[in-house]
């Protein structure tokens, strides 16, 4: 019997059970496909209670929030919910001016954009180069020893590296002390706003390469080697093979990754940006971005609907951005859209 075949000139018999079959949710798949599904469960559970059970937050973006106590006999009794349903007057677009009107809105606007475009284009180069560099290793045992050397920067926090980096590069670091050994003068590189565009990109390519090269040397393991056979039984080299067999397979894993950052190009790395000058003021022009300038607003301000104002023009933003790209994309190339 071929599948998909009409029950109707079957025995009634037969019929019957090929529609209770069909009746049933899934026929069977549920059961065959339980182990992915339960794989699938702490993700799922992850964006429910911290992506969609705070939606009604956003509300806090647009009222004046003021805290308040429910009444003993009110039927909402957590304070926060009360305060922001029952309590908060309404304030419109107000809670969005101090982004646009701020005097450094230029500024924060600027390094948050350029910061996160060269973090996607230097992470790129390196993220591809880390697992191209791996997965040539014949040498497993060696390939996971590189592989977690260079993952393991992705799980210190930023506070100590921020110690590290200040034991190389303060007045009495070790850079500093070398210096004099030989004769040259100390360089106080937390003066100097222009090598901190520098500083930024070598602390997060060291410390996010490793973790982004994962799905690019996944992606490169799942492809056949009989291309790579045959390309080097036609005299193709190592560059060759990359550049007509690996990159242009690369290329959807690539465009599919990259229309999602730029999703959080308006996404500062707080605790980098925060915790590395070490709070010099000289370099404010170097390290404000969005997220630190909401941070000290904050400081000086107690209100809470700002930094949920700006969290929400962040992720419209984005959202809008991750359209467009998509768009362009389906309209180059439908095949590496995400939808």
Known sequence: MEV???VAGLAPPVARRIKKARRKWGAGDIKRHLAYMLMLLPGISFLLVFSYLPLPGILLAFKNYKLAKPPRDFWLTNNYLYSLFYKSP?????NFEFIFSSAEFPIFMRNTLCYNLLFMVVGLFFAITIAIGINE??????AKFYH?????PYFLSWIIVTYLLYAFISSTGIINNFLVSVGQN??????K???????FVIAQIWRYAGNGSIIYLATITGFS??????AAIDGAGKWKQFKFITFPQLVPTIVLLQILAIGRILNGDFDMFYALPNGSGMLRNAYLVIDVYVYNTLRNATNMSLPAAAAFFQSVVGFFLVLITNGIVRKVQPDMAMF
């Open 186 to 191: 100390k360089i106080d590189l937390y003066a």
């Open 90 to 94: 309404w304030a419109g677009l107000k």
């Open 4 to 6: 998909g075949v009409s």
């Open 225 to 230: 080697q009989e291309l790579y056979e045959a």
């Open 148 to 152: 977690t050397v260079l993952f393991m």
């Open 137 to 142: 290793l014949r040498q497993r045992l060696a």
């Open 193 to 199: 706003v222009n090598a901190w565009p520098f500083i």
